[in-house]
């Protein structure tokens, strides 16, 4: 237990850097062929995903896995450009996998599972230039402060299961403690953008406004979150699984830690979108 708690704090604390490292510096450094930072880690993110998906139904690499690593990646690079193309890119490719696979439903929607959440990341981020990577660096904090959470609140209170047949472990004392820790970590984020000048003058926008969107925004995002945790303890149940993979060291898989980021990401795509691409929030 103890070797196991280790090597998780180790594996976060070589992952976190890279990860806030990529979004932060996203955007200043470019690699071959003018691609940004941030494309490639959503690259990378989408191929391990797609091998990871394949692997869980079928135990080893397929065609399938090429044709949706290929997709993925069309998807990430695509979404800076035109994220409705990269939309149609990804139903394609569902398309394509459904029939190469033989008619295997849930195999072939795991192509939108991954794609929709990459296209979503990407959204955020490049929409718009002012605030977006602040967008995200928030988004996942609440994602993390909503694990955390979840753990603390969780193994403290205990109490009934939500669904003990699909999570033995998820508890409502832990739903609402990493919504509790959301909203908490968003408020400190609200504080944070005040504190760097992200409030325009000219923008009509209060503090006031501004920390009731990020806390209420984090509170609902937070149960999304744990939506899709539960949805791919789900898949693992079905799958008879424990763990996506062992690719992480005390974590288990890709899918393992970024569950809820997969809902969450696109519910946050939504709520930019409808704020007139992030203009109207900041």
């Known amino acids: 237990m103890h070797s196991n708690l280790s090597l998780r704090i180790i594996s976060a604390l070589v992952l976190a850097p890279i990860v806030l490292g990529s979004i932060w510096f996203g955007k200043d450094f470019y690699m071959d062929y003018s691609i940004p930072l941030y494309t490639i880690l959503l ?24 044709w949706m690593v290929m997709f993925a990646c069309l998807c990430a690079f695509m979404t800076e450009a035109n994220p409705m193309f990269a939309l149609w890119l990804a139903l394609l490719g569902t398309t394509i996998v459904f029939y190469k696979s033989g008619s295997r ?21 490049y929409v718009n230039d002012s605030v ?6 928030w988004l996942f ?14 193994k403290t209170v205990g109490g009934p299961k939500i669904a003990p047949k699909i999570s033995a472990k998820k508890t409502w004392a832990g739903l609402i403690g990493g919504a509790l820790f959301a909203m908490g970590v968003a408020y400190v984020f609200a504080l944070y953008l005040r504190a760097n000048n992200y409030l325009s003058p000219t923008s009509g926008v209060s503090f006031e406004q501004l920390k009731c969107v990020l806390v209420l925004s984090a509170g609902v995002l937070a149960v999304v979150s744990q939506v899709g945790d539960f949805f791919e303890s789900y898949i693992k ?34 709520i930019v979108y409808l704020f007139n691409d992030g203009s109207a929030i900041f």
Do not use: Q
């Open 132 to 137: 977006s990577r602040e967008i995200v660096l």
């Open 141 to 154: 904090f609440v994602v993390w402060a909503t694990d955390i959470g979840g753990y603390v609140v969780g």
């Open 237 to 270: 149940r079905t799958l008879n699984l424990k763990d996506s993979s062992n690719i992480i060291p005390g974590h288990g898989g890709l899918f393992d830690r970024v569950d809820g980021l997969l809902f969450a990401s696109v519910l946050t795509a939504l």
């Open 43 to 66: 690259a990378v993110f989408g191929s391990g995903l797609a091998w990871e998906w394949t692997t869980m139904f079928d135990k080893k690499v397929s065609v399938n896995t090429v």
């Open 105 to 125: 439903l849930l195999y072939s929607l795991g192509v939108l599972y991954i794609c929709v959440p990459l296209i979503s990341l990407g959204y955020i981020y």
